[in-house]
């Protein structure tokens, strides 16, 4: 898009940037006629919306050519290698209804399950089986390969079924009797076990989302002067209480994940993922998500393929009971569910090029025009939406932005909805609004992802070390961008009381203290005290959601605050701070209420077991009176003294990095003699630079912790992640989630170094904490925390 906004004239771009909501069609109609009259901007729109342009149409070319490569692999027994091409082949071969060659797509179905078979994907075999007989309910090698991969799972029941419709279709004596054969020998398992198996319906029930079973708070929208429109209960709401679910309004999968992740519940794919019936961008976990996405059946439904004469004569009765996973549902939708994707696709691939926040912009500009032809046609098609946009507060880049990704949108909206959707600069406008939005409104969605063992700590192996240590971690990962009807209504707090988590695509949102009624209910957007200081937080917040935050945490200075990012005063028994020089000026702040005289300042004292430590660390701010100067850059906050902040900061940059160096070098077969007296070294220099409470010097303790656990220095492992946990207890407010994760590192680490009790206590500590802030689904999350617990008990016992 920069050649676009390179077009721009500047005396249009001045008035781009001196536009408001009130006057936005004006700057939208003089840049929709000065861009419609552009050669290049034509050029791109030609790009981005025409079929035959497209590198994401299906190209039955593409497919037979992968599937000629995938038989090739699969005849030289490279099973994993020829799984690859078939599903390559499976995402290139068209598949919608009007253009599928049923012979092929079932046929890519069936040699995927042979691929997946030979592989012992078992579970993954049948499913790929499933869609060919309902693509294709007379393909003899589809119920053979299910009979097969049934018997393999000793389902004996349904193999057996399988293979007799298989041999009932079957016109060639000699398979026949090969069939016949594979059958006698499961009438003889079943006998010899005399069970009957569960069935095997390939679908994927253990990921249900459990919303449908849950009841949260009905809540009311307030409005404050402060902070305007919020949300509130009228009774008191206890600790660790569900608050709210909601499935969003509309979703985009972020682009790093396009190819691992489903790209509706934007779970992980597995081995047989499908593809999107018309194009070949976005992948699906299951035919569920593939149906909810592109709002069509997909195939897991019967199709009109009927068996010929003399065949197994309840054929589409043994469908419907044994082939279908359609029926399991990952996540709960509405009734009135819009297909998300649907006017993205026809071969066109500007879903793929433009960001996802615009894509995401995109989709819900699309519901809102399917619920107007829906529900009336009496207002304009945006009306639906109800969302605060700070346009006016932009900057002039971002306004010229949402201005030239309205006009493109608009002309790709407009190729898919035609005269539903107004080609007009009244069009433009609103998209504008709607850009705006998403920047204020969206939520990042964010799962947890679990390491264990080498994943966690990074794969070494000590010759000197034979023990089989179990180590986890845990890492959040932001996979998706969404906007939620009401759970953008919640507001932010750097300190909040609510604690938002997701389940597939469902936000859910638990409170993690007592909230008094009628009291607002608050999430933290992102920044929250003890992760950045006060001015990175209000810096952040101003420039994603385009406000100034005045929540309690930001009206005071913590003792984080002071100390996160703090310096230690030269002073050797001197607990005091050296601030930064840009921190420094904060405290001079006009704004900041007078309090205690001398410097315009209030102190939060939020935790009583720091009312000493503030004192110690920044005293000079709590007299009534006192030397002025002695507040000043390099000054310690304590005691005066002075420090040169500039060969403090490239002396604990050089030390840190040394810590980073020396941890990088493990990924080495051996280990110097040197490396323990090194790294402990290092970690002692930066903490003669920084302050005892500093979040660097944490973060250092945490990664010399690391390095020992990966050279099996368990015990040293121990005292530094505990070193560093107090640290983060004096910067986060108590139970707080990043506790819970940091305990859970250290009972892994206990249990290394046979300190069970120790494990035992950690492990509690982490239920306690991690329980307030996901109740029912803490398992869920964090499924390795009862293997933990486990072995604490076992080994305590």
């Not at 919640?490 to 469902?506: D, L």
């Not at 991690?770 to 109740?775: D, E």
């Amino acid at each position: 898009m920069e050649r676009l906004k390179s077009l721009i004239p500047d005396d249009l771009k001045r008035m781009i940037g001196e536009s408001t909501p009130e006057n936005l069609t004006i700057s939208s109609s003089l840049i929709l006629d000065f861009l419609r009259s552009s050669p290049q901007f034509q050029q791109v729109i030609r790009e981005l919306t025409d079929p035959e342009l497209a590198l994401c149409r299906k190209n039955k070319e593409a497919a037979l050519d992968s599937k000629q490569k995938g038989n090739e692999c699969f005849t030289e027994g490279q099973y994993a290698k020829a799984l690859t091409f078939y599903s390559q082949a499976l995402r290139y071969a068209p598949a919608s209804s009007s253009e599928m060659d049923a012979n092929l797509v079932a046929t890519l179905y069936v040699n995927r399950a042979s691929a997946m078979h030979n592989l012992g994907l078992l579970k993954e075999c049948v499913r790929d089986c499933n869609r060919a007989i309902a693509i294709f309910p007379t393909y003899v090698k589809a119920w053979y390969r299910r009979g097969k991969a049934n018997a393999s799972l000793k389902n004996y029941e349904y193999a057996k079924h399988d293979l007799e419709v298989a041999s009932s279709l079957e016109e060639n004596l000699f398979r026949k009797n090969q069939i016949q054969g594979e059958l006698g020998i499961v009438l003889k398992e079943s006998d010899k076990l005399n069970v009957t198996a569960m069935a095997n319906n390939g679908g994927k029930n253990e990921n249900v989302d459990s919303s449908a079973q849950l009841q949260s708070l009905s809540l009311q929208c307030v409005s404050t002067p402060d902070k305007g429109r919020g949300l509130t209960f009228g009774n008191d709401i206890p600790p660790a209480s569900l608050v709210h679910h909601e499935q969003p309004l509309a979703a985009i999968l972020l682009k790093a994940y396009r190819e691992t992740r489903c790209h509706f519940c934007f779970e992980g794919v597995p081995t047989d993922l499908l593809f999107c019936p018309s194009c070949t961008i976005p992948v699906y976990c299951s035919n569920c998500c593939l149906e909810q996405a592109v709002g069509e059946e997909s195939s897991s439904k019967v199709d009109n393929h009927y068996p010929k004469k003399n065949v197994y004569v309840n054929l589409e009765k043994s469908m419907d009971r044994f082939s279908s996973d359609a029926r399991s549902i990952r996540v709960n939708m509405p009734n009135n569910h819009i297909p998300e994707h649907r006017h993205e696709c026809g071969g066109l691939h500007w879903s793929a090029v433009l960001p996802p926040d615009i894509v995401l912009a995109a989709r819900i500009i699309a519901i809102s025009v399917e619920k107007w032809k829906a529900f009336g046609r009496n207002s304009s098609p945006l009306d639906y939406l109800d969302f605060v946009h700070h346009y006016a507060q932009n900057s002039i880049i971002t306004k010229l932005e949402s201005h030239v990704y309205a006009v493109v949108l608009l002309h790709c909206l407009h190729h898919f909805y035609n005269s539903d959707f107004p080609f007009s600069a009244a069009s433009v406008a609103q998209l504008v609004l709607v850009i705006s939005q998403v920047k204020v409104n969206s939520m990042a969605v964010v799962h947890m992802r679990s390491l264990c063992g080498d994943e966690a700590l990074g794969k070494f192996t000590n010759a000197s070390t034979s023990k089989n240590y179990i180590t986890q971690s845990t890492e959040q990962v932001r996979v998706a961008q969404a906007i939620y009807t009401k759970g953008s209504l919640f507001n932010h707090s750097c300190q909040p009381n609510s604690h938002a988590y997701f389940i597939s695509r469902t936000l859910f949102v638990h409170s993690i203290e007592l909230v008094p009624a009628w009291s607002p209910l608050e999430l933290s957007y992102g920044p929250q005290v003890g992760q950045l200081d006060l001015q990175d937080r209000q810096k952040l917040l101003e420039e994603q959601y385009s406000f100034q935050c005045q929540c309690f945490s930001c009206s005071t200075v913590s003792l984080s605050d002071l100390v996160i990012n703090a310096f230690r005063c030269i002073q050797p028994h001197c607990l005091g701070v050296v601030l930064e020089a840009a921190y420094d000026k904060l405290l001079e702040d006009k704004s900041l209420q007078v309090s205690n005289g001398l410097c315009n300042f209030k102190i939060s004292l939020r935790l009583p077991s720091h009312e000493k430590e503030v004192y110690s660390v920044a005293r000079m701010l709590l007299r009534e009176r006192g030397t002025k100067s002695h507040i000043a850059v390099g000054r310690c906050l304590s005691c005066g003294s002075y420090r040169n902040l500039k060969d403090l900061s490239a002396a604990s940059k050089s030390y840190a990095a040394k810590i980073q160096r020396l941890k990088d070098s493990l990924d080495s077969d051996e280990v110097p003699d040197s490396f323990v007296p090194d790294m402990l070294n290092s970690l002692v220099q930066l903490r003669s630079v920084r302050h005892p409470y500093s979040k660097i010097v944490a973060e250092a303790e945490d990664n010399v912790a690391e390095a020992f656990v990966r050279i099996g220095e368990f015990k040293l492992a121990e005292e530094h992640c505990i070193a560093s946990i107090k640290i983060l207890e004096k910067l986060y407010p108590p139970n707080h989630v990043v506790m819970g994760h940091e305990l859970m590192k250290l009972a892994s680490v206990q249990l290394c170094s046979d300190d069970y009790s120790g494990a035992s206590i950690s492990v509690e500590q982490v239920e306690a904490i991690l329980s307030l802030h996901y109740g029912c689904h803490l398992d869920r999350i964090f499924p390795h925390l009862k293997l933990l617990k486990r072995e604490a008990e076992r080994s305590a016992s």
